[in-house]
């Protein structure tokens, strides 16, 4: 049995979804063993290897994706039970997230003002707002800002399932965001995938971004909502819509959450003589 196709049956094993399959899939194509062949010795070398010519997060997560394979390999008799054991660990820097201010985020949408341009079915100007103001208000990945719906919309709430997780989760929408929401045309029931596709929201935002002057993506304003959760201390794990506590260090930007908050104490000064 080739890796890709024990990742196929692990991953409808655990139902997994589809952009989980899709990494799996690319990562047991770089591999050259059988399924039966894998063993803890084998996978650490190859992360060892994998070390020297990839980022350390990636090779992280391929161990991390490495290790349920194998744990499936046992479970499933492909491997005998006994082989399983910890992998070798693989050190990771400290990420260091960036996120726009609420002064960076006014400057983006300033920019939309006379924006030329449009889709099939909206000008640029009118969609490119209510994307910020929303993907800023609800923190949702770029996937799940595509599949939001009209009818999902209970208040200023919505309920989705994540795509990458399958988790369900609420969002919540402030007053910019529906006000511009309902400034955009109504197509079919998804707010923004009837109106644009990925690839074109993509362009359109780093056209967006070049015009303000800026640099980023529509990560950062995930990033943005995340650190202004913590700035008001509330914890940014519910506004992202994770399980794991640790996971929100990816995305606070912590010199604006330090720029942000009140001053705290600081060391105080060194008395020295003056002359």
Partial sequence: MT???????????????????????????RLEWQAEDMTPDLIDSYLTQSLRHLAASTVD?????????????AEEGVVGKSIPRPLRRVKRNSPSPRAWSHAEIIQLLEACKGLPGRTLKCPLATLMPAWILT???????LNDLLALRYDDIRGNRICVRQQKTGEPHVVFLDDN???????????GPRIFGDLVGRSRILVAMRKLVKRAGLNGSTKYLRRSGATYCEVHGIDASQHLGH???????????????????PPQP???????RAG
């Fill in 3 to 29: 890796m890709t196709e024990l990742a196929k049956r692990y991953a409808n094993r655990v139902g997994a979804a589809p952009s989980y399959l899709e990494q799996l899939i690319v990562l047991t194509k």
């Fill in 61 to 73: 997560n391929h161990r991390r994706m490495l290790r349920s394979l194998l744990r499936f390999a």
């Fill in 135 to 141: 993907a800023y208000s609800t923190g949702l990945r």
């Fill in 177 to 187: 965001a529906m006000f511009a929401i309902r400034e955009l045309p109504k197509c």
């Fill in 243 to 261: 399980r794991s506590p640790g996971m929100k260090r990816f995305y606070v930007d912590r010199l604006l959450l330090a720029e942000e908050r």
């Fill in 266 to 272: 600081v060391v105080p000064p060194i008395p020295l």
